[in-house]
Nanobody, 126 residues
Framework: QVQLVESGGGLVQAGDSLRLSCAAS????????MGWFRQAPGKEREFVVG????????YYADSMKDRFSCSRDNAKNTVYLQMNSLKPEDTAVYYC???????????????????WGQGTQVTVSS
């Protein structure tokens, strides 16, 4: 089992940057593909980016790839989401998730992830 804890959220102004972290428990972190999702008030959960177990492949939602980047440090059991040029519409709770096995077309499917963190709030003011 994997426990995930997100951190790094907060209140920022439009144009600012934030880096979210997701720390995972357990010794098998490197065997999990990871994903970031977000959910704004009144909206469905939205895929942001996924990253493969070794980190060699990343998969971005089309609207995210220009400003967001994802990386992982398996030695630290942590995956990161770097968000630049933030906009008010980026305001949401951001979640990380873990999955044992994902095909390249599966990273955007929330139902394919087995473990979820509690989320971290990101609020972007205009």
């Amino acid at each position: 089992q994997v426990q995930l804890v997100e951190s790094g959220g907060g209140l920022v102004q439009a144009g600012d940057s934030l880096r979210l972290s997701c720390a995972a428990s357990g010794r098998t972190f490197s065997s999990y593909a990871m994903g970031w999702f977000r959910q704004a008030p009144g909206k469905e959960r939205e895929f942001v980016v996924g990253i493969s177990q070794i980190g060699g492949r990343t998969y971005y939602a089309d609207s995210m790839k220009d400003r967001f980047s994802c990386s992982r440090d398996n030695a630290k059991n942590t995956v990161y989401l770097q968000m630049n040029s933030l906009k008010p519409e980026d305001t949401a709770v951001y979640y990380c998730a873990a999955a044992r096995s994902l095909g390249s077309g599966d990273y955007g499917l929330a139902g394919r992830y087995e473990y979820w963190g509690q989320g971290t709030q990101v609020t972007v003011s205009s």
